[in-house]
Structure formats: C-alpha cells, structure tokens
Nanobody, 124 residues
Framework: QVQLVESGGGLVQAGGSLRLSCAASGRTFSNYAMGWFRQAPGKEREFVARISGNNGRTYAESVNGRFVISRHNAANMMYLQMNNLKPEDTAVYYC??????????????????WGRGTQVTVSS
C-alpha cells in the first residue's frame, strides 16, 4: 500500500513559478514510476509528466520546456517544478504511483495509487 500526499499548490501570476511536492509512504518507493496529472473544471484528467524509478522522464507537449519532474528516492519524495506558468495551467494537480516502473506514458487507469490533489491557480 502506498499513500501519496501533494503540497505546494497556490495562486500565482502568469509567468511565475511553483514547486509541487508529493510525499509517499512505503519502503519500495523506488520500485514505482511516478506521475503528475491535472484536471481542470469540466475537463478530463490529463497527463503532465512521468518519472521512472531510475529517473527516466517524459512530459506532455504542453509543459515540455517549462516543467521539470524529479524524485528523491531516499526521501520518498517527488517534485514538479513549474516555470513560466500560464492561465491554462490552472487545475488540480495529482500525483500517482505506477507499479509498471518504466518511463513510457500510461493512462490514468494504469496507475495504482493516487493522492488527493493540490490546487494550482494561475491568474492572467
């Protein structure tokens, strides 16, 4: 069982930055690929970024070059550094854990554990 807790969301102006954190419980954190997803009101949950246990990374096109995903396995932590934020980045951001420990993108239904989310609001 893995429990995930997100933090670091908030209100920021367009062009600003935020750093999201995801704290994971459990002793096998490095065995999981981790992902960030987001969901805006009235929209489906969408992929943001994914990182494998050995730090392979993949990003959605909409955030590539602006967001950086990272993890600290010894501390059971994952991060999302978000730079040059845009109003369209406004959403609830979720972290998720996937037993399939690869860098390949996988749909939300493939992930085994989810956090409750943290709100990110970008004002124009």
């Amino acid at each position: 069982q893995v429990q995930l807790v997100e933090s670091g969301g908030g209100l920021v102006q367009a062009g600003g930055s935020l750093r999201l954190s995801c704290a994971a419980s459990g002793r096998t954190f490095s065995n999981y690929a981790m992902g960030w997803f987001r969901q805006a009101p009235g929209k489906e949950r969408e992929f943001v970024a994914r990182i494998s246990g050995n730090n392979g990374r993949t990003y959605a096109e909409s955030v590539n070059g602006r967001f950086v995903i990272s993890r600290h396995n010894a501390a059971n932590m994952m991060y999302l550094q978000m730079n040059n934020l845009k109003p369209e980045d406004t959403a609830v951001y979720y972290c998720a854990a996937d037993r399939e420990n690869s860098v390949a993108r996988r749909p939300p239904s493939s992930y085994d554990y989810w956090g409750r989310g943290t709100q990110v609001t970008v004002s124009s």
